[in-house]
């Protein structure tokens, strides 16, 4: 059975996939408005004679020879995007080509990657006697770690022994990340008139503990990941100079690794600060996967390398081994006048369809 990609193949699914996108582009969809995009991408793969299914704005397919007895690889990215920032100078949902990049808010992040597994699917979709089924999902609210995207689904996928996180990775196996822990905190005092003698300020009690995040070294490093990095972010307090006030809240962004649970994390902080600690949630935590996995020798093998990621993505809630792996530079993401190569997507689709046809 031929599963890799002549040239002819290839340059069709380029083309579709640089449709795809540019259409894609042009439909605005901040996290939880992605209805339009849902409706995009069901359309183009019923176009195709796929059938989908459909949940709120995830969409789902499984392969025309889809054997539950088989293992699977779930092929996953989102198409919804943050809000253009106020640097733009480009329209950010007019697909621009130009000097051989493609403009457009979501191009890099994730759309690059999204439409690459899109048309690898396709070009899987119907073929016979794989070893393992391949599941596609283009999925809302990643980037807000909405609880109504692929985690809302992943159930009703069935099985899954193995998932690719579509993300801009230059390509290279990003395969352990960083866990995402925001813990909103409290500083409590005494109130009083700053004129007088106060030694329970709330701002300065705030300041004790913020010092401690900033300075505490978790015992455990990972070789991949390095260490927990915990970094104050948002500060707020008082309303008029003259009076000390009874607390003060701030926000810190931990940066979990995979050899500590977000709760284990958690539990540590609370043991060495005296203000009230709300984590926001406790369900992102790190992930990774063994350098043995067969995809990721397979990706080895072909000259990609390995990394950890200090990014998150849909990677923290897809609980079964996963890596991220997509065309796009990280850094690009969230910048003004979003872009990605054409080259990169090109890429994109041959290297995706050279790993996954090692172990199909």
């Not at 939880?32 to 299914?53: G, M, R, V, Y």
């Not at 889809?66 to 699977?72: F, G, V």
């Not at 008029?240 to 995979?258: A, I």
Request: aromatic share 8%; hydrophobic share 35%.
């Amino acid at each position: 059975m031929e599963l890799k990609l002549n040239s002819t193949s290839h340059d069709i699914l380029l083309e579709k996939a640089l449709t795809l996108l540019k259409s894609l582009i042009a439909i605005p969809s901040f996290s939880k408005e992605e209805d339009k995009t849902a409706e995009c991408i069901q359309a183009f793969l019923e176009t195709h004679n796929i059938p989908i299914k459909r949940k709120m704005n995830n969409i789902w397919v499984y392969n025309k020879y889809y054997d539950a007895s088989k293992p699977t690889i779930l092929l996953n990215s989102h198409h919804d995007t943050v809000k253009p920032n106020s640097s733009y100078t480009l329209n950010p949902f007019e697909p621009i080509e130009k000097d051989g990049k493609l403009y457009g808010l979501g191009s890099n992040d994730a759309g690059g990657a999204l439409v690459s597994l899109i048309v690898t699917f396709l070009h899987l979709w119907d073929k016979k006697d794989l070893k393992y089924n391949l599941i596609l999902t283009a999925t809302a609210e990643e980037e807000i770690s909405g609880i109504n995207g692929v985690e809302s689904i992943y159930n009703q996928l069935g099985n899954i022994d193995f998932a690719i996180v579509g993300e801009p990775t230059e390509m290279n196996l990003a395969i352990a990340e960083k866990g995402l822990l925001v813990l909103d905190c409290t500083a409590k005092g005494t109130p009083s008139h700053a004129a007088h003698p106060n030694t329970d300020n709330a701002i300065l009690n705030a300041i004790k503990d913020i010092i401690w995040f900033s300075q505490y070294k978790f015992e455990k490093v990972s070789e991949l990941l390095g260490e927990v990095k915990m970094t104050p972010t948002i500060i707020n307090s008082g309303s008029q100079h003259n009076v000390v006030p009874d607390s003060c809240s701030f926000t810190v962004d931990v940066r979990t690794t995979e050899l500590y649970s977000n709760t284990e994390v958690y539990e540590i902080i609370r043991e060495n600060v005296d203000c009230k600690v709300q984590p926001r949630s406790l369900r992102l935590n790190s992930s990774s996967i063994p350098l043995s996995h067969p995809f990721v020798q397979a990706g080895l093998n072909i000259g990609r390398s390995y990394y950890g990621s200090p990014t998150s993505s849909d990677q923290a809630v897809i609980p079964c081994p996963s890596l991220k792996m997509g065309p796009g530079l990280s850094t690009r993401s969230h910048s003004s006048d979003e872009y990605i190569f054409i080259n990169e997507i090109k890429e994109a689709i041959a290297l995706y369809n050279a790993i996954l046809s090692k172990i199909l």
